[in-house]
Nanobody, 126 residues
Framework: QVQLVESGGGLVQAGGSLNLSCRASRLTFSTYIMGWFRQAPGKEPNFLGAIDWRGTRSHYADSQKGRFTISRDNAKNTVYLQMNGLKADDAAVYSC???????????????????WGQGTQVTVSS
């Protein structure tokens, strides 16, 4: 079955950076749009951004533009989320997800994604 496994989370000081990774297996990775979400306890997953199959186009939620960058390496079946200038309210569980949809129908809600990782915790200390 399809697996998405995130790594790279942890504790970081406010203002610091983290680079999260998500490695896919049993998935034709290069044919999926990959997205990143975060979820606070008791809330729905919040869309952060997505990247197209080839890694040439990306889209970010307005609140994350300029701080977060998504990239991918199809040879490694891996998508990345570089986060800079972290703040206390960035603390959450961060998950990657894969969507079969096409870029012109840009998937920005969690319901539009077909496969999910289990997430990695990010904690920001002030």
């Amino acid at each position: 079955q399809v697996q998405l496994v995130e790594s790279g989370g942890g504790l970081v000081q406010a203002g610091g950076s983290l680079n999260l990774s998500c490695r896919a297996s049993r998935l034709t990775f290069s044919t999926y749009i990959m997205g990143w979400f975060r979820q606070a306890p008791g809330k729905e997953p919040n869309f952060l951004g997505a990247i197209d199959w080839r890694g040439t186009r990306s889209h970010y939620a307005d609140s994350q533009k300029g701080r977060f960058t998504i990239s991918r390496d199809n040879a490694k079946n891996t998508v990345y989320l570089q986060m800079n200038g972290l703040k206390a309210d960035d603390a959450a569980v961060y998950s990657c997800a894969a969507s079969r949809r096409t870029w012109d129908l840009l998937p920005t809600t969690y319901r539009e994604y077909d496969y999910w990782g289990q997430g990695t915790q990010v904690t920001v200390s002030s």
